[in-house]
T-cell receptor, first 117, second 111 residues
Framework: GAVVSQHPSRVICKSGTSVKIECRSLDFQATTMFWYRQFPKQSLMLMATSNEGSKATYEQGVEKDKFLINHASLTLSTLTVTSAHPEDSSFYIC?????????????FGPGTRLTVL | QKEVEQDPGPLSVPEGAIVSLNCTYSNSAFQYFMWYRQYSRKGPELLMYTYSSGNKEDGRFTAQVDKSSKYISLFIRDSQPSDSATYLCAMSFYGNNRLAFGKGNQVVVIP
């Protein structure tokens, strides 16, 4: 199997607070993890690519100081939305690719819905 | 021009009909092609994965890739209400994990 979990599944916070979202690969080691955001009826937009033990690579237009990514181990990556504002409200989804595979299949987590009041 | 074009729909079909979805792309270097299914408020689930041109069948699902036309398709036979979801095409280059997604196509199968 290739199961990816996210926690929490849903979070509501006040403007100005920070929110941490965890992404875990449960039954495999993930060489790379990805963070996406998705607005209603829109496709997934890649925010950053995270490799274990190194700094994340952010996509153009994504503020690295606002969206902090830590890839602590081969099974865990975290995304922290700092000083969240209502416009950060979105569906955040992580994905992971397996270690030692020549294919590029990404396995997605169930997503975290963030609502900033 | 976007890298991957996908008509967002929505597409409504009666139960039992064949669903036909497609994406076009502009970069001929794409080699891996995927279809994901996403239920409302859930993460995408990998449905089909193909490499380069050709067909792949898995149960009621068939994926086709035509690299010469830069065109990929997904067919769902004997569609069921449980197939109602958004279907996203995605593709990547060899040795590069970044996926380029289509917008997603919302499918509704009416009982």
């Amino acid at each position: 199997g290739a199961v990816v979990s996210q926690h929490p599944s849903r979070v509501i916070c006040k403007s100005g607070t920070s929110v941490k979202i965890e992404c875990r690969s449960l039954d495999f080691q993930a060489t790379t993890m990805f963070w996406y955001r998705q607005f209603p009826k829109q496709s997934l937009m890649l925010m950053a690519t995270s490799n274990e033990g190194s700094k994340a690579t952010y996509e153009q237009g994504v503020e690295k100081d606002k969206f902090l990514i830590n890839h602590a181990s081969l099974t865990l990556s975290t995304l922290t939305v700092t000083s969240a504002h209502p416009e950060d409200s979105s569906f955040y989804i992580c994905s992971a690719t397996k270690l030692a595979t020549s294919t590029d299949t990404q396995y997605f987590g169930p997503g975290t819905r963030l609502t900033v009041l | 021009q976007k890298e991957v074009e996908q008509d967002p729909g929505p597409l409504s079909v009666p139960e039992g009909a064949i669903v036909s979805l497609n994406c076009t792309y502009s970069n001929s270097a794409f080699q891996y092609f995927m279809w994901y299914r996403q239920y409302s408020r859930k993460g995408p689930e990998l449905l089909m994965y193909t490499y380069s041109s050709g067909n792949k069948e898995d149960g009621r699902f068939t994926a086709q890739v035509d690299k010469s036309s830069k065109y990929i398709s997904l067919f769902i036979r004997d569609s069921q209400p449980s197939d109602s979801a958004t279907y996203l095409c995605a593709m990547s280059f060899y040795g590069n994990n970044r996926l380029a997604f289509g917008k997603g196509n919302q499918v509704v199968v009416i009982p």
